[in-house]
């Protein structure tokens, strides 16, 4: 069977250019791939799925044609069980050969029909859950994380601020919309205003309305207006806006409680949540199951794009099921293949999944290890705890919730308010609307941290309750005399649920952090509930209806309030229980005004929101009204509370409508008692009904409910009833239950046989390479569950629990692992010992630490020019990440059902060889051991913030100084020679710096985590020296260089593979201070060792052409401007003689391509100290030039959409017409062009070039995050720079999120310092763009195992002008510590270019970088020609210097001696010290 569903953009009502299926659309080329599959695998069934617009008649003509008989027809979601409108067209075709006889001709044109039938009729069942049983609670940790995900989505989308219209071109049509309507000018649900001020009613998502256009906030009070016309508030409705259509537009469902259908770019706001809808809940609508979903770093638009072009899986499960079952006589192969094995027992195992047998097991022997140095001890599931029942009620009032911001486990820092009219408390920030009449509260001792309140209330509560002498079903029907008027039926269903709640065993599931603290029991048939209220502590007994019964059977809703109640005021299971009977008792209430005078009445809800329709804008209610009843006697059998009464209008005070009332005095005028919670009457809106529907009701709680919570209500009033001015109203009152004491009835702790396994005491691990194969036990518990356990428990066999079931199973487990989840609660770190083999490997585990894939490439076109982007390799992708999945957890948990004893069993094990491996995976190679440790927390919480700790710079004003340098000619302040002494002392003994990796794995429901680290030392002799400017650092670097005899010691290092070592120390310094070091030498040191200083300057890319190899080795100081390494001319010079072209945009693509160069680049320098190997290494720059343009080729693009998909198509359509143009094309598509096509690319196209670098272990590669060069100088480089680069850049290394959390340094982009050499204009590639950041003060440092990369140093704060070395005029204006040149005005002769002799190009002109002049300019020495910059001007390819020879490589002295070789790249050579 092939199930499809092709693309729909040309078919889309809302797309204004259409396409037909055969015009070479999007939806047509997808269509017929998806046909050509069909006519090559012949698939006996097809199912096709797309939107009702699609050509739907054409498209069963194209498969009648392929020999298929195919009919469609028209499904909607919400007739498939979902509350989703969604209308799609669904296409069954069937293979007319495939026809098998059995006795009697199959017609495939019967089936087809049969089919549409079916899905018509019996295979439909409409909705009959509402739309709030998809939406997760407010409090639920993924709305949480969907909420601040929406939030900062909605202030980066700037792609959706570009699509939203500006609010004057929408503001006419919302103000003929207000008119037409008479819906007045007033905003009530946002109180936005137009200088950018709002308000927001308190359940509103502030953080994500805030940021909506105002034109969405202006919809929504719109909308809010329509529905307070009739008698609607819309903040306590559930019903879905579309807030992305106009306002002359149907935005809302059809139906309360029905989505309408999702696109994947609509705004979906749920009224009565106040926010949108998210991601995760989207697919939910489509019928996903949310629980079982491993989401990672998917975006909420991502998710809702997901959720918006998926299918809906209850229709196409039911047409796939459908169409099996009636298509079985076209199944040949699969009929004979099931006949065949029908006997044959062994089948049974085919249908399991292959994640399905790996979960279960008749054993844990290859599973968990060490099960047998489990200790076994009784389990204690009774309260292990002293706490008064007092003290535990109070506690829960100052650890309870006071702001909705505080969430579950928060307290916030905010000062609190409470409202004493109708006691709801807020944060000061949170407290605006309803206004209320908040004061402040003041909290003395400090409130008690919630985690700990839960802590202590779970050791005081009992894990497992039974009910002592429940009554029968006998006793049960002896109440019937008491209940009112009910039908038989449903008196005889509710005695069931209630006989089955009272006889049921609860277990503890969970405590749950609300306005009041509520723990939660389950049981087979029952839910109770102990809520702490500080007036009225109350267990309320829930009855859970058979799983069978559908669910708009009365008997639900009857079963909705609690069954049974009991008030625990001196003690937790103390006191007696009352049963709710259920049955309708009616009695008339008298409901009057109180006072005569105009100030009784005020403004009505309506009148308040500005509407000017005349019924409502003279509407008036009164402040106060007094409720009599007829018959007080009957009343008092029938009511749970007194109603009768006095009450005062709140109307600032929330709830539907503004209809909070409050008691204020009882029927003799008297003050009610203010032990008891106070009495509210307040309109109750229902969820999903319509306004008709809701009621006025008495209740002593008036807060927001969420889905399936129940109010506790005293009485209903006749739902017609509505505040009004009338003076006396005489109206219906319901009780629907009476409440009927049981003497007998007690609810009592119980302790079941039940036995718990730790660890006796902690032993030394050793962990080799299959450590990680087997989870080490940690824990085990037994519990007796009597004959008739939960479903979830496996009978007989032990099932592995997974991630997609984790959070249903541990809940199931909860009362059974409360007592015991901490008992190995350290959080210490164990070290343990890594075995032989395991470090000699370098801790490599390919089961924990699989080999990422290979990285491709691919070119995407940007504007004028192109951007290259990297690629996973796609074969070796997938077996990658089925790797990942398949490595061994963290966390083993096992649960097996005994049939023998009847126990249930659990058994935790935990994996930290795993963690370990993994995190031994990230650190680089070196030679040094590793070290290896774990721990284990196991009262976790996620912090949403990780707390960053205070960074400071240590001073040296109290370390010794050192002494005077030797060969110097001044001497050094006392604070000079302090920071030399302690470079000395850097570069000597410096302390090991550890490079650490931690790697963890959490069960969040567990409230567990385990932490794997790995660390080694390494050896870093260097350091940063931060002095303030202007202290002389460059004056102490020079006495580091004079103190220290690097001749000497150059002898006594060996260099690493593939470099030439140099005893020289290089400097890198912007270049504008090239010449001032140069100077600053000669000023401050005499000699260096027994000879003068001997010092080589490089200060643009020409000037290494008339370098030699003996002359670095030579010299004592290279001087480098830092723009020369990241020059054209070096960077060419370097891709040339390594055999490598490198692009010339900085990126990652360009880190891979240098780094690749760079190990070329060691090939060339063993092939150089070789003996004769000079023309070796010629032969391998000639034979690279000539194989450039094949070095790598780009893979394709991923999928294009819209306009781009167009825009290829149409190229493609042409290339198929001109195959020798596509072949051409093909030709010069490479990775690395050569040097003779780049000047093919757009003289306009900007190159952004990088300034300086920096000391890292290891190369960082990009994510694509901007164009951010990372140049990497390689100076002095670590041994195992060559297996670093083999790990992390050939094989794929992580992004810069996670190299950034090693302490990885990435590199900014800088702009280079640019001179002109004439005063011509030159192409626009050789601009600069503008500088990202400043270049600091780098390191200094000696040893072997040493990368590093310099700045810039300068002692003074002012902008300095450098002295031109020659007649000609030379203007360098600059920052200070930067080498990016400031845009002044000057005036520069126009002079014969001079090699070292930069100028400044004529005022307002774009400068030229001073390092791009092409080499025939720098051998001769004459100046460049002025270039035209008319289109018309062909543009001469420039001359590879690979066929040039500057490096005289040809010559018979480089032949013969090789340090005679010229323009050496700086990366070949291994320096002293790098500066």
């Known amino acids: 069977m092939l199930i499809a569903g092709t693309s729909c953009v040309d078919y889309s009502n809302l797309n204004t250019h259409q396409k037909a299926i055969d015009e070479g659309g999007e939806s047509g080329n997808t269509f017929y791939g998806m046909l050509s599959y069909v006519k090559n695998h012949r698939p006996p069934i097809v199912i096709l799925e ?26 909607d979601t919400k007739g498939f069980y979902i509350p989703h409108t969604r209308t799609r067209g669904y296409l069954v075709a069937i293979e007319s050969q495939r026809t098998k006889q059995r006795g009697a001709t199959v017609s495939v044109k019967e ?109 929504m009070d719109i909308s809010h207006l329509r529905a307070a016309k009739v008698g609607v508030d819309t903040s306590y409705k559930t019903t879905v806006w579309n807030l992305s259509q106009n306002v002359d537009r149907q935005i809302g469902s059809g139906r309360l409680g029905i989505a309408p259908c999702l696109t994947p770019t609509m705004i979906a706001y749920i009224t009565n949540r106040g926010g949108p809808l998210v991601g995760l809940e989207a697919l939910g609508l489509q019928g996903l199951p949310v629980d079982r979903l491993l989401l990672t770093r998917e975006t909420q638009d991502q998710l809702a794009d997901l959720a918006g072009n998926a299918m809906s899986t209850t229709v196409v499960g039911s047409s796939m099921i459908l169409a099996l079952t009636l298509a079985i006589p076209v199944l040949e192969k699969a009929i004979e293949e099931r006949e065949d094995r029908a006997d044959d027992e062994s089948t049974q195992l085919e249908i399991e999944t292959l994640v399905e047998r790996s979960l279960l097991t008749d054993t844990l022997d290859d599973r968990i290890a060490g099960l047998e140095r489990l200790q076994l001890q009784p389990l204690k599931l009774q309260a292990i705890s002293s706490r008064s029942w007092a003290n535990l009620l109070q506690e829960s009032v100052e650890s309870r919730r006071w702001c909705r911001c505080e969430g579950r486990s928060t307290i916030s820092e905010r000062q609190m308010l409470q409202c004493p009219e109708c006691h709801t408390t807020s944060c000061v920030k949170c407290g605006q609307r309803p206004e209320h009449h908040y004061q402040p509260v003041t909290f003395d001792p400090p409130r008690v941290q919630p985690l700990m309140f839960a802590e202590e209330a779970k050791k005081a509560l009992p894990m497992v309750l039974q009910f002592s002498k429940a009554p029968t079903l006998a006793q049960l029907e002896a109440l019937r005399t008491r209940a009112g008027e009910i039908e038989s039926g449903l008196w005889q269903e509710w005695k069931k649920a209630a006989s089955r709640a009272l ?126 009843v007829d018959s007080p006697e009957t009343s008092a059998q029938i009511f749970d509370r007194d109603i009768t009464g006095v009450y005062t209008y709140l109307p600032k005070c929330g709830t539907a409508c503004n209809s909070l009332h409050k008691r204020i005095l009882d029927s003799e005028g008297d003050a009610v008692d203010s032990r008891e919670p106070d009495l509210y009457f307040f309109l109750e809106s229902t969820r999903t009904r319509e306004g008709s529907w809701d009621q006025f009701v008495f209740s002593t709680s008036m807060r927001r409910y969420e889905y399936d919570e129940c109010r506790p209500i005293v009485a209903k009033l006749d739902p017609q009833w509505r505040q009004s001015d009338e003076k006396t109203t005489r ?314 005899n690097a001749k000497r010691l150059a002898k006594e290092r060996h260099a690493p593979p593939g470099k030439i070592l140099a005893k020289a120390t290089c400097v890198i310094v912007p270049a504008h201070l090239v010449l001032q070091w140069k100077g600053e030498v000669t000023k401050f040191i005499k000699l260096i060792g027994k000879h003068s200083p001997k010092v080589v300057t490089l200060h643009q890319g020409s000037d290494i052409n008339s370098t030699t190899v003996e002359d670095i080795l030579d010299a004592d100081i290279v001087i480098v401007a830092s723009s020369m390494p990241n020059s054209e001319h070096y960077l060419d010079n370097l891709g040339s003689f390594a055999g490598v072209a490198l692009p010339n945009k900085a990126g990652r693509y360009f880190n891979a391509r240098l780094d ?63 195959p020798s143009a596509d072949r051409e094309r093909s030709d010069n598509a490479v990775a690395g062009p050569s040097k003779s096509n780049r000047s093919a690319i757009k003289e306009s196209e900007p190159r952004k070039k990088p300034l300086t670098v920096r000391p890292v272990p290891k190369p960082v590669q990009q994510t694509g995050l901007g164009p951010q060069p990372t140049r990497t100088f390689i100076g002095v480089s670590l041994p195992t720079l060559k297996q670093v680069l083999e790990r992390e850049n050939l094989s794929g290394i992580k992004d810069a999120s996670s190299s950034k ?114 080499e025939k300019d720098a051998d001769s020495g004459r100046p460049t020609k002025k270039a035209k910059t008319t289109e018309a001007k062909e543009v001469k390819p420039k001359k590879s210097r690979a066929t040039m020879d500057p490096w005289k490589l040809g010559d018979k002295t480089v032949q013969e001696d090789w340090k005679q070789m010229r323009s050496p790249p700086l990366d070949m050579f291994h320096f002293h010290r790098l500066v």
């Open 1156 to 1218: 690749e160069a760079h190990k070329k680049l060691a090939g060339q320098v063993e092939l150089l100290q070789r003996e004769g190997g000079v023309k070796d290494a010629h032969k391998v720059i000639r034979d690279a030039h000539e194989n450039a343009s094949h070095q790598e080729h780009f893979v394709q693009l991923k999928r294009l959409k819209g306009r781009a998909y167009a825009e290829a198509n149409e190229e493609r359509s042409k290339m198929l017409k001109n």
């Open 111 to 219: 089936l087809t029909d049969d089919w549409v039938e079916g899905m018509k009729s019996y295979m439909q069942r409409p909705a009959s859950c509402t739309l709030d049983s998809f939406l997760l609670p407010t409090d639920d940790p993924r709305i949480h994380e969907g909420r601040q995900r929406l939030a900062m989505e909605t202030k980066t989308s700037a792609e959706r601020r570009r699509k939203e219209p500006d609010w004057s071109r929408c503001e006419q049509r919302h103000a003929r919309a207000r008119a037409e309507e008479m819906l007045g000018n007033k905003r009530p649900l946002t109180k936005w205003e137009e200088g950018g001020t709002f308000n927001f009613l308190d359940h509103i998502w502030e953080d994500w309305c805030s940021d909506a256009v105002p034109r969405v906030k202006d919809l």
């Open 503 to 628: 006889g049921s065993q609860l277990t503890f599931v969970d405590l749950k952090r609300q306005d009041i603290w509520v723990a939660v029991y389950e049981g087979p048939g029952a839910r109770l509930e102990l809520h702490m209220h500080p007036k009225r502590p109350e267990w309320r007994l829930f009855a859970i209806p058979e799983a069978n019964m559908h669910s708009n059977n009365p008997v639900r809703r009857m079963l909705e309030p609690p069954v049974a109640r009991s008030l625990c005021r001196t003690g937790l299971l103390v006191g007696s229980w009352d049963l709710a009977v259920p049955g309708q008792h009616e009695v008339k209430i008298v409901i009057s005004g109180v006072g005569d005078d105009p100030d009784a009445l005020t403004d009505s809800w309506q009148k308040s929101l500005g509407l000017l329709d005349s019924k409502y804008r003279e509407k008036l209610v009164w402040q106060q009204i007094e409720i009599e």
């Open 1301 to 1414: 959390s090693r302490g990885k340094l990435r590199l900014a982009a800088r702009k280079s310092v640019i001179v002109d050499s004439d005063d011509s204009d030159d192409s626009d590639d050789l601009t600069s763009e503008p500088s990202s950041g400043k270049s600091h003060l780098r390191s200094s440092s000696q040893g072997s195992q040493d990368e590093y990369q310099g700045g810039s140093d300068d002692d003074s704060d002012t902008e300095e002008e450098l002295e031109p070395s020659s007649e000609d005029d030379v203007v360098v204006i600059s920052d200070e510590e930067s080498d990016v040149p400031r845009r002044k005005k000057a005036v520069a002769k126009k002079v014969a270019k001079k090699p070292l002799n930069p100028v400044l190009s004529k005022p307002g002109r774009k400068r030229k970088n001073m390092d791009t002049d092409n």
């Open 50 to 75: 797309n939107v009702c617009s699609a050509p739907w008649d054409q498209i069963c003509g194209e498969f009648e044609g392929i020999g298929y008989r195919a009919r469609w027809l028209r499904l």
């Open 731 to 1044: 109206v219906t009152c319901r009780v629907d239950w009476v409440w009927v004491q049981l003497d007998d009835i007690r609810c009592e702790a119980t302790q079941p046989d039940s036995l718990y396994g730790v660890l006796s005491n902690e032993e030394s691990i050793t962990i080799d390479e299959d450590s990680c194969a087997k989870a080490q036990a940690l824990l085990t518990c037994s519990v007796f569950l009597g004959d008739n356990p939960s479903p979830l428990w496996p009978i007989d066999c032990w099932l592995e629990i997974d991630k997609l079931h984790e959070r249903e199973y541990l809940r199931l487990m909860t009362w059974m692992l409360q007592r015991i989840r901490n008992v190995s609660h350290d959080a210490q770190w164990k070290t343990v010992e890594l075995s032989e083999s395991l470090q000699k490997r370098h801790c490599h585990c390919e089961r924990c630490a699989p080999t990422p894939p290979a990285i491709l490439w691919y070119k995407r076109e940007k504007g004028r020019g192109s951007d290259i982007r990297a690629v996973e390799d796609s074969r070796q992708a997938a077996p990658f990440e089925r790797a990942l999945k398949a490595r061994p957890t963290a966390f083993q948990i096992h649960v097996q059902y005994s049939s023998d004893d009847k126990h249930g069993k659990v058994v935790i094990g935990i994996n930290p060889a795993t963690l370990i491996h993994q995190a031994a995976s990230h650190l680089p190679p070196r030679p040094s051991p590793i070290e290896a440790a774990w721990r284990l927390d196991t009262s976790y919480t996620p912090l949403p913030l990780i707390p960053k700790p205070p960074f400071t710079i240590p001073s040296n004003r109290h370390d010794e100084p050192a002494e005077q340098p030797e060969g110097f000619k001044l001497n050094l302040r006392p604070e000079q020679l302090r920071s030399l002494k302690w470079m000395q002392h850097q570069e000597d003994t410096a302390e090991p710096f550890i490079e650490e990796e931690i790697c963890e794995g959490t069960s969040d429901h567990l409230g567990w985590r385990l932490e794997g680290r790995a660390r080694k030392p390494v050896s870093i002799l260097g350091g940063v020296l931060a002095d303030q400017v202007g202290y002389g650092k460059t004056a102490i670097m020079l006495g580091l260089i004079a103190t220290r």
